[in-house]
Nanobody
Framework: QVQLVESGGGSVQSGGSLRLSCVAS???????MGWFRQAPGKEREGVAT???????HYTDSVKGRFTISQDTAKNTLYLQMNSLKPEDTAMYYC?????????????????????WGQGAQVTVSS
């Protein structure tokens, strides 16, 4: 059973930075992983994904501001968020690929995500 545990959320002012971490356990082979977010009253959207070859993909609204990375030795996925804006305020979720998962297309890359973390709140004030 795959488990994903996020940390690093918080409240910052516009222009600030935060880094989210997601520790994964329960699997051994590389798979695509991603960060998603959901604001109140809105659908969940893909923010950034990293494919099984380690290549990053971003939604247009975060390009140049957010960086997704992973430390495979630590089974940890990161999302460095810089130049944060109030519209980035949302619950952020880490997700991992698995067969039967729902497909999301982020930055031209499609992957099916079936495992989700509990979420980390990010609040950006103006």
């Amino acid at each position: 059973q795959v488990q994903l545990v996020e940390s690093g959320g918080g409240s910052v002012q516009s222009g600030g930075s935060l880094r989210l971490s997601c520790v994964a356990s329960g699997y051994t082979y590389r798979r695509c992983m991603g960060w998603f977010r959901q604001a109140p009253g809105k659908e969940r959207e893909g923010v950034a994904t990293i494919d099984s070859d380690g290549r990053p993909h971003y939604t247009d609204s975060v390009k140049g501001r957010f960086t997704i990375s992973q430390d495979t030795a630590k089974n940890t996925l990161y999302l460095q968020m810089n130049s944060l804006k109030p519209e980035d305020t949302a619950m952020y979720y880490c997700a991992s690929e698995a067969s039967g998962g729902r497909y999301y297309r982020v930055g031209g890359h499609t992957c099916g995500f079936a495992y989700w973390g509990q979420g980390a709140q990010v609040t950006v004030s103006s």
